[in-house]
C-alpha cells in the first residue's frame, strides 16, 4: 500500500498570503487529521476528518481550515499568513479514526513565511 | 496546551546501551502510542498500550504504563546508531485527537 503523501513538500509564502496544503492517506482510510509542528509549541493537533465531516478541532484560530473529500484525500487552508505559520504541518490518516488506531502520517509540508 | 511531557529533553548514549524515555500525561486516557520522528520528517508508530495494560513489548521496544501515576515509559534495548531520533507519546481520551508530548531527543553514538 503506497504511503500518505502531502504535496507539496516545501513552500514559501510571504505574509498576508494564503496557502493550500494537501493531503492523500492510505487507501480504504477515511479519517485524516492534521497538525502543526513548530520548535516552540511542538506538535500541535489542528483538525480531523472523518467522512468529509470535521469531527475534532485543536485551538487554532479561523484562518486555519480545513475540508475532506469523498476519496478521503484531505486539503487544509491557512488564509493571511503571519510569520508564526512557518511550521512543518503533517497530515496522518487512520483507518475508522477511532483512538484504538494508530496513525500514519505523512512526510509533511514545510512551510516558511517571509 | 500539551498532554504528555516527556523527560528526558535529550538523551545521549552509547551504541548497545539502552535508552529510557518517560512520557506524564494529564488526564484520563484510553490509549497512548509512542511514535518515531527522524530529522523534522513524518512520524512513525512502534508501540499502542491500551489503559488497561501495565506492560507491552514489540521487538526491542518496552512500553510501561502506570495509570495511577499518569506516567508511561519506553525501553530500547541495545540501541543503534539508526535509533537516533526524537520519541513522541501521544495520549488519547475520548475524542478524535491525538495530543502529542514535548519528545525526547535521542542521539545514539555509535
Known amino acids: 500500500k503506497a504511503g500518505v503523501t502531502q504535496t507539496p513538500r516545501y513552500l514559501i509564502k510571504t505574509r498576508g498570503q494564503q496557502v493550500t496544503l494537501s493531503c492523500s492517506p492510505i487507501?480504504?482510510?477515511?479519517?485524516v487529521s492534521w497538525y502543526q509542528q513548530t520548535p516552540g509549541q511542538g506538535l500541535q493537533f489542528l483538525f480531523e476528518?472523518?467522512?468529509?465531516?470535521?469531527?475534532n478541532k485543536g485551538n487554532f484560530p479561523g484562518r486555519f481550515s480545513g475540508r475532506q473529500f469523498s476519496n478521503s484525500r484531505s486539503e487544509m487552508n491557512v488564509s493571511t499568513l503571519e510569520l508564526g505559520d512557518s511550521a512543518l504541518y503533517l497530515c496522518a490518516s487512520s483507518y475508522t479514526g477511532t483512538s484504538s488506531y494508530e496513525q500514519y502520517f505523512g512526510p509533511g509540508t514545510r512551510l516558511t513565511v517571509t | 496546551s500539551q498532554q504528555g511531557e516527556e523527560d528526558p529533553q535529550a538523551l545521549s548514549i552509547q551504541e548497545g546501551e539502552n535508552a529510557t524515555m518517560n512520557c506524564s500525561y494529564k488526564?484520563?486516557?484510553?490509549?497512548l502510542q509512542w511514535y518515531r520522528q527522524n530529522s523534522g520528517r513524518g512520524l512513525v508508530h512502534l508501540i499502542l498500550?491500551?489503559?488497561?495494560?501495565r506492560e507491552k513489548h514489540s521487538g526491542r521496544l518496552r512500553v510501561t504504563l502506570d495509570t495511577s501515576k499518569k506516567s508511561s515509559s519506553l525501553l530500547i534495548t541495545a540501541s543503534r546508531a539508526a535509533d537516533t531520533a526524537s520519541y513522541f507519546c501521544?495520549?488519547?481520551?475520548?475524542?478524535?485527537?491525538?495530543?502529542f508530548g514535548t519528545g525526547t531527543r535521542l542521539k545514539v553514538l555509535a
Open positions: 487507501s480504504g482510510h477515511r479519517s
Open positions: 488526564t484520563s486516557i484510553n490509549n
Open positions: 501521544a495520549t488519547t481520551s475520548g475524542t478524535y485527537k491525538y495530543i
Open positions: 498500550i491500551r489503559s488497561n495494560e
Open positions: 476528518y472523518f467522512s468529509e465531516t470535521q469531527r
